[in-house]
């Protein structure tokens, strides 16, 4: 079942999630719109960059495990990944963690192969 985003309420946080229900009829590609600097609509799909390759996803939201699944790093728990914000800044992403591709500022994922250090075991 496709899940429906509504628009915010009027006494809504500033910071909502969404800003609008509508779709528009295309592919957004979130690491230009990080750069520049405008937040990504509801898209039918959104282009992601993980490390060097781009993929398209049919989503506006993903956990860090379905990301790590999409761009081949099986099995995730062997992998650290991280989201690049407009900037430099980086945000590790949990493999539960739920991220939003309309949230302004993210323009791309690099992963890691965790070590013994990291917790692999």
């Known amino acids: 079942m496709e899940q429906v985003n509504r628009p915010s309420a009027?006494?809504?946080?500033?910071?909502?999630?969404?800003?609008?229900a509508t779709i528009v009829d295309e592919i957004i590609d979130?690491?230009?719109y990080a750069k520049a600097g405008r937040r990504p609509p509801h898209a039918?799909?959104?282009v992601i960059r993980v490390d060097k390759d781009r993929?398209?996803?049919?989503v506006p939201t993903m956990t860090?495990?379905?990301i790590l699944e999409k761009a081949g790093k099986v099995p995730p728990e062997?992998?650290?990944?991280?989201?690049?914000?407009?900037?430099?800044g980086l945000e590790k992403?949990?493999?539960?963690?739920?991220?939003d591709f309309r949230r302004p500022?993210?323009?791309k994922f690099k992963t890691m192969l965790k070590t013994a250090q990291d917790g692999l075991s």
């Open 64 to 66: 860090g495990r379905e």
């Open 10 to 20: 009027p006494h809504a946080e500033p910071d909502a999630k969404v800003e609008h």
């Open 30 to 32: 979130i690491e230009e």
């Open 105 to 107: 500022g993210i323009e």
């Open 78 to 88: 062997n992998y650290v990944l991280r989201q690049v914000l407009r900037g430099g």
């Open 55 to 58: 993929i398209t996803v049919n």
């Open 93 to 99: 992403v949990e493999l539960d963690q739920v991220v």
């Open 44 to 46: 039918r799909a959104y």
